[in-house]
């Protein structure tokens, strides 16, 4: 049976092997890009999702690049947002679907840019993967 805490775990322990990228669950008090964060689950509608023997969950990984809006923190971006290679963040969730065997499946459905996402009354450069993850429940 897997809970949201061990997925939520599992999932920052899969992109801690993501070259160069401190990860965190939740929002913590110091940002030293490149820097990502796995956020809660929106759960629309919480019945269906956590329903029976199956869980069914979107969370998001927002990956802070740089303290502006700049050629570098776009270019870092790049390298995060590659198919392959050390610092790919597809790469890394692609080669361990299950998250070391925690879920069923897990992969990246979305990717928006952020442009300058405000944290802490900083502006960072970034963007927020979504993810999808089954799990039995």
Same mark, same amino acid.
């Given at each position: 049976? $897997?809970? &949201?805490?061990? /997925? ?5 322990? %899969? @992109? !801690?092997?993501?070259?160069? *990228? #401190? ?38 990984? $927002?990956? &802070?690049?740089? /303290? ?5 923190? %776009? @270019? !870092?971006?790049?390298?995060? *947002? #590659? ?55």
């Amino acid at each position: 049976m $897997t809970t &949201l805490r061990a /997925a939520l775990t599992a999932l920052r322990t %899969t @992109l !801690t092997g993501v070259e160069k *990228l #401190a990860v965190g669950i939740g929002l913590s008090g110091q940002v030293n890009p490149p820097y990502a964060v796995i956020g809660l689950p929106r759960i629309e509608n919480f019945r269906q999702a956590m329903a029976g023997s199956r869980m069914l969950i979107e969370p998001t990984i $927002t990956l &802070l690049t740089s /303290a502006s809006f700049d050629e570098i923190g %776009t @270019l !870092t971006m790049a390298d995060y *947002l #590659a198919p392959s290679g050390s610092k790919s963040i597809y790469e890394r969730i692609e080669k361990n679907r299950t998250l070391g065997g925690v879920v069923e499946d897990c992969q990246i459905v979305t990717f928006d840019p952020l442009n300058a996402e405000e944290y802490g009354a900083i502006g960072y450069f970034g963007g927020t993967f979504t993810l999808r993850m089954m799990a039995r429940g």
